[in-house]
């Protein structure tokens, strides 16, 4: 995520998974690691940390020139740890996230966090703000009663929210479509982009899915899929 724009601006990588670094520098513009001012960790499950330690090296240059900070759960530290030792050496900065906690400082930016998600690790959701532009991030866990309520009171302008199923045969922490439109519907946000679709979301066309709730909730509604870029001021602007 890049807030503000020309030299300055404040450069964040969140959930850095497999494959992330080799996707950054692929990108078309290349998303230099060099540049990056924090990396941020919603939980420590594979699929959201797996390269964090080669995306710290990337972005001190191998240790070489220490910068930058990580913000991470407390557990992607200290119990079974994603975030190796000697990695957390080459970054000026280690911030443990509590659950609804912040504001935490990174550049232009203020980082809260959500309170706590239902989850078999440490997870709650990210709210970033930047000169009047809100995003929240509302990552892996299963539906509570409180959670939508909790995102709505950060009045986020964008919603960006983790769908793993359709409907939920397996009775695992994820939401299910069913679930995430229950939230949108509660925060109403400006834009809702899903992501981290399962097997049985791909096939129930997430695409369509986003089109029939944008036109069932009047805002913008968009199902992400690999190498999407989104300027977030500009797709608010014209929801509003």
């Known amino acids: 995520m890049r807030f503000g724009r020309g030299s300055d601006h404040t450069q964040i990588h969140v959930d850095p998974g497999p494959g992330a670094l080799v996707r950054a520098l692929s990108h078309v513009p290349p998303c230099n690691p060099r540049e990056l001012d924090a990396i941020v960790l919603s939980h420590k499950h594979l699929d959201h940390s797996a390269d964090v330690n080669a995306v710290i090296e990337a972005m001190t240059s191998g240790g070489f020139r220490p910068r930058g900070a990580i913000f991470a759960p407390p557990d992607a530290f200290d119990s079974e740890a994603v975030v190796l030792p000697y990695a957390r050496r080459f970054v000026e900065r280690v911030e443990r996230l509590e659950p609804a906690s912040g504001p935490y400082r990174i550049g232009s930016v203020a980082l809260r966090t959500s309170i706590a998600h239902v989850h078999a690790v440490q997870t709650q959701g990210l709210h970033f703000e930047h000169d009047g532009l809100r995003v929240a991030y509302l990552p892996c866990g299963r539906y509570f009663d409180g959670l939508a309520a909790d995102y709505a009171r950060h009045r986020p302008d964008v919603l960006v929210v983790n769908v793993l199923r359709f409907r939920d045969a397996m009775d695992v922490d994820h939401l299910t479509w069913n679930d995430a439109r229950r939230v949108v519907a509660h925060v109403r946000p400006k834009v809702a982009v899903f992501q981290h679709f399962g097997t049985k979301m791909l096939e129930a066309d997430p695409h369509r899915l ?13 199902a992400a899929y690999d190498g999407l870029t989104l300027d977030l001021e500009t797709e608010v602007a014209a929801a509003s």
Do not use: F, K, T
């Open 210 to 222: 986003a089109q029939d709730l944008e036109d069932e909730l009047g805002l913008r509604a968009i």
